[in-house]
């Protein structure tokens, strides 16, 4: 009889778009819950959706098992699970109502259940964990299993005479090397592995070797591990790094971090460590246009084996940047691309649109700015209002009849922004259009000039002109239209 079960409430297949990437990841925050009840002496298991269709297949696992636990616990380090995705909440429920049918008691932990725990506790979740959860877990798990009362746990909400009780947070965990390695035995790798090779993908797992993020970008929720920033060692993450290397034989990782190498000296020590095992590896991560120009830090992530970088570059104006406290200058999205790509890092942009004020020039500053620097690749988004943060504050108002998106695809407008849902939506079409066309152009140049470093990815990239320059042009014509009619 197994102690507690662990599941999560991801589930790849009910979000096309990241479906269609084929580079699903574990639930690394799900394996470390588990990894760390484990170590104090609980029998657990891991009932893993990312991979399965349907909810209900919970059913005969918690069946044989016969858990008197059962725990929704989220993987905090994927950004998707900040998104509150309807899909997931829903399917989030139906394995409420199941481990409730199969009378176990049910904790939930999520950035949903932290944002919204009255939807949770009303599925009929016991206790939602607001933020971080692995010591409140334990201690829940504890009064639990010996009949204690519970009323005295930090960092849980739960219902008492049908009043809902909110009980003080719990401080962070600061020494995360306290932390045992995820049970990453206690989930099938081969599935993954599978799906990503069959896509034609080098297959790449998930660390994380920080929590939290210092910075106030006033759009970004931190619901899990909040405004605060805690590292492992370079150590930990090498050792790390190493089991997975000979355990899996995988020598290529996401790390997942909000951002990654912050803490100074940080990613010079972890360079020192792979080289003290002999470990040589390839990995990309998320990171900050400014942090990057402090120091050797581009310098000792090429060393390290750093093969792409994902910046919040965001927009191209200045405006924007400023409104939205990102304490970025948009002189330093240049400068750090340039000196990225003279070290052969690709480069990547996260862009939003559609933020408070936004004008057509800011926008046209953003298309220029992509345009120019040519990055190795873009993800586009509108802005998303999300509970905890100041952003949601401003247009908590609008939010009546949609507060959250369904898929990580929707990108409808859900306040009152300068123009609406049909013109973003068409904006995101253009400005890819208008980034594969810079790229395509940027190849010619380079087959003009070298032809023997032209790949067959860059002819076709080429070849793809014919299409994206009549096509952006008459999206650009139809923004036009729609940009006067929302004037």
């Known amino acids: 009889m197994t102690d507690i079960v662990f599941s999560h409430s991801y589930y790849y297949k009910f979000d096309p778009k990241q479906w269609k990437n084929q580079t699903p990841y574990p639930p690394l925050g799900t394996l470390y819950a588990a990894s760390y009840l484990r170590a ?37 380090f994927n950004y998707l699970t900040k998104m509150c995705l309807t899909t997931m909440r829903e399917a989030a429920f139906k394995m409420i109502a199941i481990a409730k049918q199969l009378n176990c008691k049910t904790i939930v932990c999520s950035s949903d259940a932290t944002d919204h725990y009255e939807k949770y506790l009303n599925a009929g979740a016991d206790f939602v964990i607001k933020g971080e959860g692995e010591l409140t877990l334990k201690a829940l798990a504890d009064a639990l299993k010996q ?8 960092g849980i909400m739960y219902r008492k005479h049908n009043e809902t009780v909110k009980n003080p947070p719990r401080k962070v965990l600061r020494d995360l090397d306290e932390l045992p390695l995820p049970a990453w035995d206690l989930i099938d790798i081969e599935p993954y592995r599978a799906i990503w090779e069959a896509a034609g993908h080098k297959f790449t797992l998930n660390i994380a070797t920080t929590r939290g993020c210092p910075f106030k970008c006033n759009w970004c929720a931190k619901p899990i591990y909040g405004n605060r920033y805690n590292s492992h060692s370079p150590e930990y993450i090498a050792k790390h790094i190493q089991y997975l290397s000979e355990t899996y034989n995988v020598n290529r990782f996401w790390m997942c971090d909000d951002i990654f190498g912050l803490k100074p000296g940080w990613v010079q020590q972890f360079n020192t460590a792979l080289k003290e095992k002999h ?26 084996g750093l093969e792409e970088v994902w910046v919040g570059a965001e927009s191209g104006s200045q405006a924007i940047l400023d409104a939205m406290d990102k304490e970025t200058k948009v002189e330093q999205i240049y400068e750090a691309t340039r000196l990225l790509k003279l070290k052969q ?60 998106w369904t898929d990580s695809d929707d990108l409808a407008m859900m306040f009152k922004g300068t123009f609406n849902s049909k013109f973003y939506k068409k904006l995101h079409r253009y400005a890819h259009k208008e980034y594969r066309k810079s790229q395509g152009l940027s190849m010619l140049k380079l087959l003009l000039k070298n032809p023997l470093k032209i790949s067959k990815h860059h002819l076709k990239r080429i070849a793809y002109l014919a299409y994206y320059f009549p096509s952006a042009f008459i999206d650009a014509r139809i923004l036009q239209k729609m940009a006067h009619v929302n004037d």
């Open 345 to 404: 890092i690709k480069v990547a942009f996260f862009i939003q649109f559609g933020y408070l004020g936004e004008t057509k020039a800011d926008i046209n500053k953003t298309i220029k700015m992509i345009k120019e620097l040519v990055p190795d690749n873009i993800g586009i988004s509108v802005s998303y209002p999300l509970p905890g943060t100041k952003f949601y504050d401003k247009v908590k108002d609008d939010l009546k009849l949609k507060a959250n």
């Open 40 to 76: 104090n002496a609980y029998e657990v298991s891991v009932f893993d959706a990312n991979l399965i269709e349907d909810p209900k297949l919970i059913k005969p696992y918690l069946e044989a098992k016969k858990p008197s636990l059962f725990v929704i616990y989220d993987d905090g």
């Open 147 to 154: 009949g204690h009362d519970t009323s005295q746990i930090s």
């Open 279 to 304: 470990l040589s590896i390839v990995y990309y991560i998320q990171s900050r246009v400014d942090l990057l120009l402090k120091e050797d830090t581009i310098e000792a992530l090429a060393e390290s």
